[in-house]
């Protein structure tokens, strides 16, 4: 697997001791020239000083760095904790010689712990002497906390005669649900473009991709997502409307599903990933309802990891939804198989255990009752999940 940071950026990785494992724990993400910029972060209200501080700065939209540490989220630690994350980004726009507002900190792991500020201190000297020497994926990994790979990829975006590269490198396995993003996910990309234009595009690739994932309905305190343009590429800037705005805008959506894909594919324990679909819902609200209703059902969930075709849960899921449906219009497909027409039993039982002995599942219903859709992505949970969370801190 390989991947290349777009032109003007570079990444560093070390290892500071905040984890009990010994990996790299830290990440510093640099842009050689001041970039256009914008996040969206957790709508949880018990949020991490570093998200605090970055919903203050990317109001500016510029920045130039993003410096990331796992293993400790650096939230509910009070008023220390919110001089912590000024203090990293201080002393890394110090060593950097940028403003200190062009920074922004990510910190993810063990909730309610002060950061080992003494480690991070004597890394951050090193993290920005060595960028550039590090790669896409040693980043990914540095960021990881419960993930079990690292989760990058990347899209080459033709504009006029040249092409521009958009970067993806994004962590989560445990603690996922909406709404935003549910995990850590940082864009990079050459190409210029204006700045308002690039935030209707991130909002929309973040709503349809890391927006519509569950992996156990849990949300973070911590969930952030960037993106920074800092048009090294040379083209003419890209603006809302404009001839390549649309291959943009579809290269950054399916480059952050392709991301959110992975997530899901990581879940804490997971050994299938289930796509949920849902077709004919009188309006989109009763689609989303009724397809995280399914998704984030602990029972569909255990059915589908014991491979056990009780798609009487997925009716019980979707009765509670708060979807507008009738019982009697309501059909239930495994893969290809239609386990439910019109509200009853088609009988095909075998042929839908079948499906479920895959790794990739997809469960459609249609509520025949309207025009509008969605899918979210979920996986089954497994003793696995218990175990890992479990032990989380010890």
Known sequence: MTAICPIGFKLSIVEAGIKKSDRPDMALIYSEKEAVSSAMF???RIKGAPVKLNIHRIKSGRG????INSGNSNVMTGKKGIRDAIEMARLTARELRIPEELVYVCSTG??????????IRQKIPFLTKSLGGFTPFDTARAIMTTDTFPKVSERIVRVGKT????????KGAGMIA???????AFFMTDIAIERNAMRKAFREAVNCSFNRITVDGDM???DSAFIMA???LGNKTIKEGSTYYRGFRKALNDLAYELSRMIVRDGEGATK???IEIRGAKTDKDALRAAFAIANSNLVKTAIYGEDVNWGRIMAALGRSGASLKEEKTDIYFGDVKIVGRGVFTGRAEEAKKVLEGSEIKLTVNLNSGISKANVLTCDLTEEYVKVNAEYTT
């Open 42 to 44: 957790t709508t949880n």
């Open 64 to 67: 130039r760095a993003i410096l």
């Open 110 to 119: 063990v909730i309610g712990v002060l950061l080992p500020m003494e480690k």
């Open 163 to 170: 092409t521009g590269r958009i970067l993806g490198i994004a």
């Open 178 to 184: 909406p709404h935003m993003a549910t995990m850590m």
């Open 220 to 222: 973070s305190t911590s």
């Open 230 to 232: 800092n048009g090294m």
């Open 273 to 275: 990933l289930i796509e």
